[in-house]
């Protein structure tokens, strides 16, 4: 066979590799020859994969990174070769594993991540990974070790392009407007995440999140049986100072590693896939109490000076940004910005000016955010022109005792090559005397 890769970066590194040594024709394209990998550029040194040169190819694998609309996308739909996500070519030469998949716009890592950690509380042996970050990619199993769950966050992107990925539990955990820098309109990015429920059958289950009334509304029209989580359901998981399943009481949702509204969903939405499985309620309780925060989500970097630090990096829409910015109490210092999007993120700023002490905007967007806050009158803002610069500025306006939180509301492709670069320049600023 001969394959083309679309991307050599995190995804598809290990799909070269292992067809590599399975000894199949590899062929790849990448717009970014300069930034790959010592790794990519050592099979390609060796000769083992070949730069891309219009061959009749069998199978297109494609990252994440090449939307429908890139001319090299187009050109293999015009020749019929097939295009497929990297998840879907691991989930086929895994032989089709009983997969746990987690989709939405916010939340998904998180969630994932507990559902994993409830997991190991038990010894079930699992693997967690797909599109969460930092993280292992789902091809990244195909040299591991058979496991009895695969817990995969999977994005729209990824969803757009399976054809027979099945999960035995999938979960959704809200929507709202994000990535129409990728999709063409919302309405196809709901039709990308709606695949997550694309195979499956009355043998499978559909975790719910009730408060979001379109994701709801899904629970009547898949073959998959639904199970709701959220504050104002009386099925499934449900919050009300305690958790409980059903008619039961589980444990209290006070003194919780994770703060906030968002974050007592995502482990709502947790405790019905273990639920689910028939996990023991105390093991439950043990696997959320003994889990600690993602790194650049809610990331509490401790006081400084008096100054607590949050890092929020992975806060890439308003939505997200919102529940954030108010999973934390007191005077807070926020900086934002990042990659432009339209119109969006006015919501958020409109809580900022109400409720922010100040702000500090880093990004393409500056002069957007800058514009909304003036015609709205707040003056407690500064542009920044580099995160040392920005928590320099945020500096200037807190107080011992606030916190000054990096919450952008907006994608990091501006000024950094991913939000975890943008987590880091703002933990080395933090930390920079």
């Known amino acids: 066979m001969k394959i083309l890769l679309l991307g050599l970066g995190r995804a598809n590194l290990p799909v070269a590799r292992y067809l590599v040594q399975r000894g199949e024709g590899v062929f790849f394209y990448d717009e970014n020859m300069e930034g790959l990998s010592e790794p990519a550029q050592q099979l390609i040194n060796d000769g083992h994969v070949k730069v891309h040169d219009d061959e009749q190819y069998d199978v297109v694998v494609t990252s994440p990174g090449f939307p429908p609309d890139k001319a090299i996308c187009k050109a293999m739909e015009e020749k019929g070769v097939p295009i497929i996500d990297e998840i879907e070519f691991a989930y086929r030469e895994l032989g089709r594993p009983r997969t746990i998949a987690v989709t939405g716009t916010n939340g998904k890592s998180t969630t994932a991540a507990l559902i994993s950690n409830i997991l190991d509380m038990v010894h079930i042996k699992n693997f967690l990974g797909g599109n969460i970050a930092p993280g292992k990619p789902f091809s990244q199993a195909l040299f591991g070790e058979k496991c009895e769950y695969y817990v995969l ?7 757009m392009r399976i054809n027979n990925f099945r999960p035995y539990v999938a979960v959704f955990t809200n929507m709202s407007i994000d990535h129409l820098n990728w999709h063409k309109n919302f309405d196809e990015y709901k039709t990308a995440k709606l695949r997550i429920f694309l195979n499956q059958t009355e043998d499978d289950f559909a975790v719910l999140n009730y408060d979001d009334e379109w994701v709801r509304s899904i629970g009547g029209g898949i073959k998959s049986r639904p199970v709701f989580f959220g504050y104002g359901t009386t099925e499934g998981v449900s919050i009300n100072g305690k958790f409980h399943y059903e008619d039961s009481e589980l ?3 006070e003194d919780l590693p994770l703060v906030g509204k968002h974050n007592l969903m995502n482990m709502a939405a947790a405790i019905a896939v273990a639920k689910i499985l028939n996990i023991d309620d105390v093991d439950i309780e043990r696997g959320i109490k003994a889990f600690s925060s ?3 989500r809610l990331e509490d970097l401790g006081f400084i000076h ?10 890439t829409n308003a939505t997200a940004a919102i529940a954030s910015f108010r999973a934390l109490e007191g005077p807070r210092v926020v900086i ?3 990659k432009h999007k339209g119109d969006e993120g006015k919501a958020y700023f ?3 000016i109400k409720e922010a002490k100040a702000c500090v905007i880093l990004g393409e967007n500056a002069g957007f955010i800058t514009e909304h806050f003036q015609a709205h009158g707040y003056e407690q803002y500064s542009i920044a022109q ?6 320099k500025k945020a500096r200037n306006y807190a107080c011992p005792g606030d916190t000054i939180m990096l919450n952008p509301g907006f994608a990091s492709f501006d000024y950094f090559g991913n939000f975890e670069e943008r987590g880091e320049a703002f933990t080395n600023a933090a930390r920079k005397d």
């Open 251 to 253: 444990f209290s949702s």
């Open 350 to 352: 409109d809580v900022l």
């Open 306 to 315: 008096g100054i607590r630090y949050i890092n929020n990096s992975m806060c």
């Open 153 to 159: 966050e999977v994005s729209s992107f990824q969803l």
């Open 294 to 296: 993602l790194s650049h």
């Open 336 to 338: 934002l910005g990042g």
């Open 386 to 391: 580099d995160m040392v610069d920005a928590v």
